[in-house]
């Protein structure tokens, strides 16, 4: 037991000393020809020893009397597609999340079948890229358990977030949102598709009728407005291929904090 939790601790080190070599690594190539390949490697290791160094820790939680006066909405606020707007205008009543891909048993879920799913509460801390911080009480449908209903595959990796809005045409004709997000965080306890906010109804502008709450990384990794979830064995097919909106426009894929 003894030489068994050395042997771990002793490879943790070795991960950290690693990750910490390549990150260095990074800044002395910066623009040579093996840059991409060092930052690469660097953004790997950065996530290997994160998820150690954090194993299923929770994101902090805080006390009713912390939640943000304001909350500002960022990015997409109000979706413009025919399909969204006519399910905004119905209150959400005949909208239906899909959950499907690599699973054996596809889902097609209510409002009404989210709320009666295993759920959490739970009072956080949203950090956007871009430099602002807020904090709120989120309520939602635990993904863990929605993702064992749905059964997944044996292949099945990662899991993909398709959203209502689309933000740019100009990269090679994508622009709709989209977040892929490993498996293992998608079963994390605070991993909720939040359909309240401070105790209401999730405003449009932050992502009716539901959006992901991925308490331990940056606020682009949670996506608002979620119509599909598909359980996926890569990412390079979507869209530019790097897993993410922000992700194709150069921003990492494990945006941990
Ligand atoms: N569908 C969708 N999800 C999104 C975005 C977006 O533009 N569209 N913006 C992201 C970014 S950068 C942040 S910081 C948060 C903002 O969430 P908020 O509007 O609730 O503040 O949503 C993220 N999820
Ligand atoms: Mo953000």
Not at 143 to 164: D, M, S, T, V
Not at 176 to 202: C, K, P, S, V, W
Request: aromatic letters at 8%; glycine letters at 10%; one cysteine or more.
């Amino acid at each position: 037991m003894t030489v068994h939790r050395t042997r771990r601790a002793f490879l943790r080190g070795i991960a950290v000393t690693a990750a910490g070599a390549a990150l260095t690594a990074c800044d002395k190539l910066t623009g040579s020809a093996h840059t991409v390949d060092v930052l690469d490697t660097g953004e790997h290791l950065t996530e290997a020893v994160q998820r150690a160094l954090a194993g299923g820790a929770l994101a902090p939680e805080f006390p009713e009397s912390a939640i943000s006066a304001r909350f500002r909405a960022n990015g997409s606020t109000d979706p413009d597609s025919d399909d969204y707007r006519r399910h905004a205008a119905e209150g959400f009543a005949n909208w239906h999340l899909e959950i499907g891909g690599l699973v054996e048993n596809p889902l097609s879920l209510s409002l009404a079948d989210l709320r009666a799913a295993p759920e959490r509460t739970q009072i956080t801390r949203h950090d956007c890229v871009e430099g602002w911080s807020a904090i709120a009480k989120w309520r939602g449908a635990r993904l863990g358990p929605l993702l064992e209903r749905a059964r997944l595959k044996a292949e099945a990796r990662y899991i993909a977030f398709f959203c209502a809005d689309t933000l740019e045409l100009t990269l090679d004709g994508t622009g709709d949102y989209y977040e892929t997000i490993a498996i293992a965080d998608a079963f994390h306890e605070q991993t909720i598709l939040a359909y309240e906010m401070n105790g209401r109804t999730l405003p449009i502008a932050h992502g009716a009728p539901i959006r992901l709450r991925l308490e331990r990384q940056l606020g682009y990794k949670m996506a608002k407005y979620v119509m599909r979830i598909e359980a996926i064995a890569d990412f390079s097919g979507i869209a530019l291929g790097k897993g993410g909106y922000w992700e194709d426009r150069g921003y990492q894929w494990y945006a941990g904090i």
